[in-house]
C-alpha cells in the first residue's frame, strides 16, 4: 500500500512538473479542493519575499464540463456551478467575469461568489451545449488576477422527444401467396433525445394492429409476412399500425407510431370459371358472315394480365361455321359467324368452348388445369325470306310467227319460310317494254302477247318478278333468255337472171350450159 502511494505522487509530481502555467493559482471549479493546489505550490520550493525561489510556471487548470439539467420547470433560476480562485480570500476583493455563450441572457455569475446560474429553460435539441469564459479580476482595479479559462456547460439530455416516423404513413404491396418471412418494407423512427446519453433514443418497434398477418423487427423496422397463403382474392388491403418506443421499450417510454397501409398483389392463382355450364344463344338466318351472334364470358377472381382469357372452340359441330375471339377489354368470348346459315338447311347447333389463361404461372399448375369448358347451343331463327326459283335462270325458245297466247315455257319460285306463302309472277315492264310476253300470275307460265319476227328481235331477254303474297314487299327476280326461232316463210330467189340453151340431141342427165350476165353458152341438140 505505501509503495503504490509513493507512485501515485511520484507520478502526480512528473505531471505537474511539466505543466507551464502562470504561478498564479487558476480557476477552480466548483468541489476542487484548495489541498492538492496547496500540496502543489509547497512542493516547489521555499519562498523568498513572497515569491518562489525557482520561478517556475506552473501548470494550467484543465476544466471539466459544467452540466445543466434541460426543460428546467423551477421557479427559481437553475444553479449551474460555482468558479473559485484561490486569490479569493473571501473579502470581497476578487470579482468574477463571464463571456461566451449566452453570458448575460442564458447564464448569469454572481460577481461575489463565482456561482453561475442559468436564467431560462433549456433545449439540448436545440443547443447540446455552450462554450464560455471566466476570469477573476481585482474588484479596485479591475485588473485581471489570472489568465482567462474557457469552460463548457453541456446540456444533459431528458426522454422529452418521443419516435417519430418522418415519412409515413406508409405504402407498401406484396405479393399475395408469399411464403412467411417475405420482406414488405421497412420503417424508421427518430428520436431527437441523445443517443450517446442513457436509452432516451434507443428506439424498439412492435406491431399494435396487423397481426398475425404481419411481423416486425423489433431493432430495424423491417416488416414482413407472418402468415402463409394470403389470398388477394380473400382480402386484399391490411392497415398495420407500427409503434416505436423509446427507453429500449422499457415502461415509462415515449412512443410514437405510423400506419403502413399493405395491398396484397396479384398473382395467376385462379384459373377462369364459366358462370354456367350451358349457353343458349338464338341467331337469326340472315345474319351477315362476319358478325358477331353472341357473347359468353369465363370470369377470372385474378386482375389486370392474370385475368387474360383466351377461348377455343373445340373440334366438333361448330368449328366450320363459327370462330371465337377475345374481348380484350371485357375478357368476353365474341362469337363470330364464319359461314352463311339456313334454317331450312340446318336449325340448330351445338359445340364446346374452352377458356383457358392467357399467362399461365407455372407455380400454380399443380392446382389443377388452369381452363374450363362449357357447351354453346345456337339455335337458327327462320327469317321471312323472298322466295326461291328453282333455277338461277331461265332459256326458252319459240318459233316466230307464233300465234298470240300461246305458251312457250314456265318459270317456279316457292316460299322456302316455314309458313310457305303463295307466290305470285309478273314480268318487270322495263325489261319488256313492247309487252311481247304475258305470264299467268299464279302458274308461272310465260306466253306470246304479239307476233314475233325472228328477222326483227331473234332474242328477248326478260326479268320475272316472284312476290309473296303474305308479305309483297318480299320479292326475287331471275332472268328469262328467248330465243325467237325461224320458219320456212320466204321461197328461194335467184340472185341474178339467166338464160339457159341446150342442145335438141342432149340427153337425159347432160348438164344445161346458163349464160350468166348475157354470156352465152350453146349446148348443142342433136337429132
Request: charged share 25%; hydrophobic share 35%.
Amino acid at each position: 500500500m505505501l509503495t503504490r502511494n509513493c507512485l501515485l505522487l511520484f507520478l502526480w509530481i512528473l505531471v505537474d512538473e511539466g505543466s507551464a502555467f502562470s504561478s498564479r493559482p487558476p480557476l477552480l471549479p466548483l468541489g476542487q479542493s484548495r489541498k492538492g493546489r496547496e500540496h502543489a505550490r509547497s512542493s516547489a520550493g521555499p519562498m523568498r519575499n513572497g515569491a518562489n525561489r525557482f520561478q517556475r510556471v506552473k501548470r494550467g487548470w484543465v476544466w471539466n464540463q459544467f452540466f445543466v439539467l434541460e426543460e428546467y420547470m423551477g421557479s427559481d433560476p437553475q444553479y449551474v456551478g460555482k468558479l473559485h480562485t484561490d486569490l479569493d480570500k473571501g473579502d470581497s476583493a476578487v470579482k468574477y467575469t463571464l463571456s461566451g455563450d449566452g453570458a448575460g441572457s442564458i447564464f448569469t455569475i454572481d460577481q461575489t461568489t463565482g456561482d453561475i446560474h442559468a436564467l431560462r429553460s433549456l433545449d439540448r435539441e436545440e443547443k447540446p451545449y455552450y462554450t464560455l469564459r471566466a476570469q477573476a479580476v481585482d474588484i479596485n482595479t479591475n485588473r485581471p488576477l489570472e489568465p482567462e479559462s474557457e469552460f463548457v456547460i453541456k446540456v444533459q439530455d431528458i426522454n422529452d422527444n418521443e419516435p417519430k416516423f418522418l415519412e409515413g404513413p406508409y405504402r407498401a404491396s406484396v405479393p399475395e401467396m408469399s411464403p412467411v418471412g417475405t420482406y414488405v418494407t421497412q420503417v424508421t423512427a427518430t428520436d431527437a433525445d441523445d443517443p450517446t446519453y442513457g436509452n432516451s433514443a434507443r428506439v424498439v418497434y412492435s406491431i399494435l394492429h396487423g397481426q398475425p398477418y404481419f411481423s416486425v423487427d423489433p431493432k430495424t423496422g423491417v416488416i414482413k409476412t407472418a402468415l402463409p397463403n394470403m389470398d388477394r382474392e380473400v382480402k386484399e388491403q391490411y392497415q398495420v399500425l407500427i409503434q416505436a418506443k423509446d427507453m429500449g421499450g422499457q415502461l415509462g417510454g415515449l412512443a410514437g407510431t405510423t400506419t403502413v397501409n399493405i395491398t396484397l398483389s396479384d398473382v395467376n392463382d385462379n384459373p377462369p370459371r364459366f358462370s354456367k355450364s350451358f349457353f343458349h344463344l338464338r341467331v337469326p338466318e340472315s345474319s351477315a358472315v362476319g358478325s358477331a351472334v353472341g357473347r359468353i364470358k369465363a370470369h377470372d377472381l385474378d386482375i389486370g394480365r392474370n385475368a387474360e382469357v383466351e377461348y377455343t372452340i373445340v373440334p366438333g359441330d361448330g368449328g366450320n361455321m363459327f370462330d371465337i375471339t377475345t374481348n380484350e377489354h371485357t375478357q368476353e368470348g365474341i362469337i363470330i359467324l364464319k359461314r352463311g346459315l339456313d334454317y331450312e338447311s340446318k336449325k340448330a347447333y351445338t359445340f364446346k368452348v374452352d377458356a383457358t389463361n392467357a399467362h399461365l404461372d407455372p407455380r400454380f399448375q399443380s392446382f389443377g388445369a388452369f381452363k374450363d369448358t362449357a357447351t354453346v347451343k345456337i339455335n337458327v331463327l327462320d327469317v321471312d325470306e323472298p322466295p326461291v326459283f328453282n333455277k338461277p335462270s331461265y332459256v326458252m325458245d319459240v318459233y316466230e310467227d307464233t300465234p298470240v297466247g300461246t305458251i312457250i315455257g314456265a318459270v317456279t319460285a316457292q316460299d322456302l319460310d316455314a309458313g310457305s306463302s303463295p307466290v305470285r309472277y309478273s314480268i318487270d315492264w322495263k325489261s319488256d317494254l313492247d309487252n311481247y310476253f304475258d305470264i299467268d300470275p299464279v302458274e308461272g307460265t310465260i306466253s306470246t302477247n304479239e307476233l314475233l319476227d325472228r328477222e326483227s328481235i331473234a332474242q328477248h331477254n326478260i326479268s320475272i318478278v316472284a312476290t309473296k303474297l303474305n308479305s309483297p314487299v318480299l320479292t326475287s327476280r331471275v332472268a328469262v333468255t328467248i330465243h325467237v326461232l325461224d320458219i320456212n316463210e320466204f321461197p328461194p330467189e335467184l340472185a341474178n337472171p339467166y338464160e339457159a340453151f341446150v342442145c335438141e340431141n342432149a340427153k337425159v342427165g347432160q348438164p344445161v350450159s346458163i349464160q350468166d350476165n348475157f354470156v352465152c353458152v350453146y349446148v348443142c341438140v342433136s337429132y
